[in-house]
C-alpha cells in the first residue's frame, strides 16, 4: 500500500476517530497546504484561522467583552433599565441559545442569538443579513419606469404600499398631478392590501400560539382580496401596478360587486377571529404583559406602525402626512394602553375592520375621469393610438426603453404601510434613473427593538413576540 495521504484535489475525507499524536511528516504538511489552498473544512473540527475572522457573527460568545457597548442593546437597557436580577447567575450557569434562521416562527431568515438564565432570556442579539438582496444599490441600475417592479419586492406582503411610495417620491420631484380617480384608485388598493397583510399576520400569531385553526381562516379570507389583486392587475402579488404618474391600468368591469363582496366576507372573518381569540383564556395568557415596549422605547428606536399605537402612541401618516387624497376619508386611528402582544393583536384588528371602512367609501364615492396623469413626458400614449400613430409608436418604445428624465434634487416621501412608516429617499441628477435611492422600512427598526421587548421574559414568550412584531425580512435585508 501506498503511504500517501487520501487527500485529493476538491475532496477531503475526515477520519471517523481521532487519529493518535504523530510528528508532523512533510506528507501531512502538504496535505494541510492543499487543504488551505482549495478552502476546505470539515464540520465538527476546529475553525481554521484562516477562517475565523470571516465568521465572527457565527461564533457562540455574544460579545468579545463584556465591558462592549452593544451590551445594553442586547439587555434591552438603552432606554429603560428593566434588567432586573435579585441573585445574578454566575457565567458558568448561563447558556447560549441559537433560534434561526431556519427557525419558522422567526418569520423569515432571522437568527437570534440568546443568554438564558434557566428559562428567563437576560440578552437578545438579533443576527440579519441572511436574505441581502441589494436592491437599493438595483435601483440605481434602473430607469424610474422600471423601479416599480424592483421596490415591490422588498416587502412582499404589502407590494402596493412600497409601489406608493416610490411613486410619490418620483413625483415629487416631476412636480407631476394624479387625477383623482388615480388616487381614489391608489387608495383602494393599498388599504385592502393592509387588510391583507394583517390577516397573513392574524394567521401566523394565531398558528405561533397554538391555534392552528386560525393559519386556515386567515388565508380563506385573504384569498378574497388577492384574487380581486390578480383580477386588477394580472397577478396575485409584486404587481408593478402603481406607477410614476397613476397606476397602469383603469379597474375592470364589476369591479364593485368584487369589492362589495369582500367586505362582506372579510368583515365576518374577523368576527370569527375575535369569538376565537378575544375570550380565550389560553390566547389571554399567552399575549397579555407579553413583550412589553414602552412609548419612550418606541420614540427612541423608531418604531412606528401598530406596534408603537399599541403602546400608546397616535401617530398615523395617514392622518399626520396625508397622501393620494386619503384625508378626504373618515377613519380612525386605534391605539393601546400597555403596549403588550394582546394590545397589538387589538389594534391590528381594528385596523382592519377601519380599513374595510374606507374600501367601502372608496366605493361608494369612486371619481370619473383619467386614472393617470396626461404628462407625454412621463404617461405612454393609449394603446389604441399604438396602431394608429407612428409618433406614439415611437414615443411608447422610448419611455418603456429609456424611461423619462427627472429634474435634479432630491425627496423623501413616506406612506403608513401595514408595518409602519414606510418612507423613500431618492436622489436625482437629472437622468433617467435615481443617482441614489434609499428605502426607510419599518421591520429593520423592529427587529432592532426585540432585546427591549424579550429581555427578562421566558423563552415560551419568544415566538409570540416575534409574531407580534409582523416583521418581513425582505423588508430588512433589502
Wanted: proline share 6%.
Amino acid at each position: 500500500m501506498s503511504d500517501t495521504p487520501n487527500v485529493v484535489t476538491g475532496d477531503f475525507e475526515a477520519p471517523t476517530t481521532e487519529p493518535p499524536s504523530q510528528p508532523e511528516t512533510a506528507d501531512s504538511a502538504a496535505a494541510e497546504a492543499r487543504r488551505e489552498i482549495h478552502d476546505m473544512w470539515v464540520a465538527g473540527t476546529e475553525e481554521p484561522a484562516w477562517m475565523r475572522s470571516y465568521t465572527n457573527e457565527g461564533a457562540q460568545e455574544m460579545l468579545e467583552a463584556e465591558s462592549d457597548p452593544a451590551l445594553e442593546i442586547h439587555r434591552g437597557t438603552t432606554v429603560t433599565d428593566d434588567f432586573i436580577v435579585e441573585e445574578p447567575a454566575d457565567d458558568d450557569e448561563l447558556q447560549i441559545l441559537n433560534m434561526g434562521p431556519q427557525h419558522p416562527s422567526t418569520h423569515g431568515v432571522l437568527r437570534l442569538h440568546l443568554e438564558l438564565d434557566g428559562e428567563t432570556i437576560r440578552r437578545v442579539k438579533p443576527i440579519i443579513g441572511y436574505l441581502h438582496t441589494g436592491m437599493e444599490k438595483t435601483a440605481e441600475t434602473l430607469t424610474y419606469m422600471q423601479g416599480s417592479t424592483n421596490v415591490t419586492r422588498m416587502d412582499y406582503l404589502s407590494p402596493f404600499h412600497m409601489e406608493l411610495a416610490f411613486s410619490l417620491a418620483v413625483e415629487s420631484l416631476l412636480g407631476a398631478e394624479i387625477p383623482e380617480r388615480g388616487q381614489a384608485i391608489r387608495v383602494l388598493l393599498t388599504e385592502l392590501n393592509r387588510v391583507s397583510s394583517h390577516l397573513v399576520w392574524a394567521a401566523t400569531q394565531g398558528t405561533d400560539l397554538g391555534a392552528v385553526s386560525m393559519m386556515i381562516y386567515g388565508f380563506r379570507d385573504r384569498e378574497y382580496i388577492l384574487q380581486f389583486f390578480e383580477k386588477v392587475t394580472g397577478l396575485r402579488m409584486n404587481h408593478n401596478f402603481i406607477r410614476p404618474g397613476g397606476v397602469a391600468a383603469d379597474l375592470p368591469d364589476g369591479w364593485e360587486e368584487d369589492v362589495d363582496e369582500i367586505i362582506e366576507k372579510v368583515s365576518r372573518g374577523v368576527s370569527e377571529y375575535e369569538e376565537l381569540f378575544n375570550g380565550n383564556p389560553i390566547f389571554r395568557d399567552r399575549t397579555i404583559g407579553v413583550g412589553v415596549i414602552t412609548p419612550e422605547e418606541c420614540k427612541a428606536l423608531g418604531v412606528s406602525g401598530p406596534i408603537a399605537r399599541a403602546s400608546g402612541i397616535k401617530w398615523d401618516l395617514r392622518k399626520a402626512f396625508p397622501y393620494s387624497g386619503i384625508d378626504k376619508y373618515e377613519f380612525e386611528v386605534p391605539t393601546g394602553k400597555h403596549g403588550d402582544v394582546w394590545d397589538r393583536y387589538l389594534v391590528r384588528i381594528e385596523e382592519v375592520k377601519q380599513s374595510l371602512g374606507i374600501v367601502r367609501q372608496v366605493l361608494e364615492t369612486m371619481p370619473a375621469g383619467d386614472y393617470r396623469t396626461l404628462d407625454r413626458k412621463v404617461t405612454p400614449p393609449p394603446r389604441k393610438r399604438i396602431d394608429e400613430s407612428m409618433e406614439a409608436l415611437i414615443h411608447h418604445f422610448k419611455l418603456f426603453t429609456s424611461g423619462f428624465k427627472v429634474p435634479a434634487g432630491e425627496t423623501y416621501q413616506a406612506v403608513e404601510s401595514p408595518r409602519g412608516e414606510l418612507g423613500m429617499y431618492i436622489v436625482s441628477d437629472g437622468r433617467e434613473r435615481p443617482w441614489r435611492m434609499h428605502a426607510r422600512t419599518p421591520s429593520f427598526n423592529h427587529v432592532q427593538a426585540l432585546p427591549t421587548m424579550m429581555t427578562d421574559s421566558l423563552v415560551a414568550d419568544i415566538v409570540a413576540t416575534i409574531a407580534s412584531c409582523d416583521p418581513v425580512l425582505g423588508d430588512v435585508d433589502r
